[in-house]
């Protein structure tokens, strides 16, 4: 069993000379995977890790590696580690398990709210059901989800749509 646990990293820090120069030796997954992970520390681990080809941003890197004489050790850590996150994120589990943080709406800063909205229609209104939705789509379809979570997703109407995707896709062994 490994765990994969990480803090993500976001790649903001990165110098628009290096992008300029992603951009100029047309490395166009490494600039997608650059562009994903920006503003990560907000969204943290509900950001979706969608339409990179990882192996051909691996790829990317080691041209860009050998090409760039100026690449300073700092970008190329932190490159690597963006990689890293992504290959982690990418991945399908047998188990997931979580205790998810509990904001409604109210607490989420526009950025957040405009996120969720766009990546998890059906669980916007609080980080508790946007972390269930994400569960879903990280767990391989034979795997088992735990969380601890409140009761309000199974009451509340703007959780309806939620509510239905479970039912009628997924089954729930015990619920406490």
Do not use: C
């Amino acid at each position: 069993i490994e765990i994969n646990t990480l803090s993500i990293q976001e790649s903001n820090s990165l110098e628009d000379g290096i992008i300029d120069s992603l951009k100029s030796h047309n490395l166009l997954e490494l600039i997608k995977l650059i562009e994903l992970f920006d503003d990560a520390k907000e969204y943290g681990s509900i950001l979706k890790v969608e339409g990179i080809d990882i192996e051909k941003a691996e790829e990317e890197f080691r041209t860009f590696e050998r090409r760039e004489a100026l690449f300073y050790g700092e970008e190329k850590r932190l490159l690597k580690t963006l990689i890293k996150q992504a290959k982690i994120m990418l991945q399908k589990y047998d188990v997931t398990v979580t205790n998810p943080p509990y904001m409604g709406n109210a607490g989420m800063t526009e950025h957040l709210k405009k996120y969720l909205k766009n990546n998890y229609p059906n669980s916007e209104k609080d980080m508790m059901t946007a972390f269930m939705d994400l569960a879903f789509n990280i767990t391989k379809v034979s795997g088992i989800i735990s969380m601890i979570n409140l009761p309000s997703w199974m009451f509340l109407s703007s959780f309806e749509d939620l509510r239905n995707f479970i039912v009628n896709n997924k089954t729930i062994i015990n619920l406490v």
